[in-house]
T-cell receptor, first 113, second 113 residues
Framework: AQSVSQHNHHVILSEAASLELGCNYS??????LFWYVQYPGQHLQLLLK??????LVKGIKGFEAEFIKSKFSFNLRKPSVQWSDTAEYFCAVIETGGFKTIFGAGTRLFVKA | NAGVTQTPKFQVLKTGQSMTLQCAQD?????MYWYRQDPGMGLRLIYYSASEGTTDKGEVPNGYNVSRLNKREFSLRLESAAPSQTSVYFC????????????FGPGTRLTVL
């Protein structure tokens, strides 16, 4: 069965620190990969996605993620976090051609001002 | 556009009661989803509807039924609520291809006593 692992459940950083959130998936075929974010009191919204082409994808608010097929990974990065990045981050996978979406358990990020 | 709307926002049920969670989208999207969000477990897919007239099981379908009433509406029914179904339920819609963005509703917080 497909699964998505997010390694860190809670991360605390100071402003201007660099961020990397891990995401690994288990699935033998080709996949589409997503990072969603849920800010306090708001709906989940898309940060970025990968489905083909350049494995380094850029999203909103300075976030980027790199798809490494050999490692089944899609880690999220940001060079310098802000207090406003405090949120919960979810990695998600859909098998190519399908609609069934599997989410990871999420990572709660708290950025200290 | 209201996007994805869910009713009710909050609900308290007693064990064994039934209820239906409503979801509607006004974006003319083809696919719709129901998830539950529990602490430490992320979002888990309950059911999805890739297109009007079709529904499929997700990761945790037991104890739930769904109806894709028309292109706009996708309801989730709990026939006999159990305390294990205490959760926050999210509905989402997706325009067409699995590479598209999912748009989420505000959620329904359900407590089963």
């Amino acid at each position: 069965a497909q699964s998505v692992s997010q390694h860190n459940h809670h991360v605390i950083l100071s402003e201007a620190a660099s961020l990397e959130l891990g995401c690994n998936y288990s699935y033998g075929g080709t996949v589409n990969l997503f990072w969603y974010v849920q800010y306090p009191g708001q709906h989940l919204q898309l940060l970025l996605k990968y489905f083909s082409g350049d494995p380094l994808v850029k999203g909103i608010k300075g976030f980027e993620a790199e798809f490494i097929k050999s490692k089944f990974s899609f880690n999220l990065r940001k060079p310098s976090v802000q207090w406003s990045d405090t949120a919960e981050y979810f990695c998600a996978v859909i098998e190519t051609g399908g609609f069934k979406t599997i989410f990871g358990a999420g990572t709660r990020l708290f950025v200290k001002a | 556009n209201a996007g994805v709307t869910q009713t009710p926002k909050f609900q308290v049920l007693k064990t064994g009661q039934s209820m239906t969670l409503q979801c509607a989208q006004d974006m003319n999207h083809n696919s719709m989803y129901w998830y539950r969000q529990d602490p430490g477990m992320g979002l888990r897919l309950i059911y999805y509807s890739a297109s009007e007239g079709t529904t499929d099981k997700g990761e945790v379908p037991n104890g739930y039924n769904v109806s894709r009433l028309n292109k706009r509406e996708f309801s989730l029914r709990l026939e006999s609520a159990a305390p294990s179904q205490t959760s926050v339920y999210f509905c989402a819609s997706l325009q067409g291809a699995p590479t598209d963005t999912q748009y989420f509703g505000p959620g329904t917080r359900l407590t089963v006593l």
